[in-house]
């Protein structure tokens, strides 16, 4: 419901080359089959409101999910049907480095204080430039 109604008013609002986030709770899809049908509900309201579901991006937060395997086909569901795949907040709980990896998805947000260096701080800035690197 919540992202329908987020679909609705971005099709009100956008403007040429912005994207929707929508946050995604990885606790909340434990079935592909439910997840399947959802995902096909919410891109046929985006056709009718003529949003291309590649305007769209499920940003999944930090939580853990229910099943690792199962959560990542729901992931590739979403990413078949055209939509873009975020991990939010990367570093914090679950949101680690097997998730990037499981998922793939297009965007990776990092939390500020994993990029915020104090100039003296050489092993935190080796740290970084490490991540940055594979990031």
């Known amino acids: 419901m919540c992202r329908a109604i987020h679909i ?11 994207l929707l ?11 592909v ?6 995902i096909g509900f919410m ?12 305007e769209f991006v499920c940003e999944v937060i930090e939580e853990k999910s229910q099943d ?12 078949s049907f055209g939509i873009k795949v975020a991990v939010d907040d990367f570093g914090v709980r679950f949101s680690d480095r097997n998730r990037i ?5 297009r965007y990776r947000q990092v939390r500020r204080f994993l990029v915020q260096v104090d100039a003296q701080d050489t092993a935190r ?10 990031l």
Request: include cysteine.
């Open 21 to 31: 986030f929508v946050n995604l709770d990885p606790t909340t899809y434990v079935d």
């Open 43 to 54: 891109v046929k309201r985006m056709e009718e409101l003529g949003v291309d579901p590649q």
């Open 68 to 79: 690792d395997r199962v959560f990542a086909d729901i992931i590739e569901c979403f990413k």
């Open 8 to 18: 609705s008013n971005f099709h009100l609002v956008r403007q040429p080359g912005q």
């Open 101 to 105: 990896e499981r998922l793939c998805p």
């Open 33 to 38: 089959a439910q997840a399947e049908y959802e």
């Open 125 to 134: 800035q080796a740290t970084i430039g490490a991540y940055d690197k594979w």
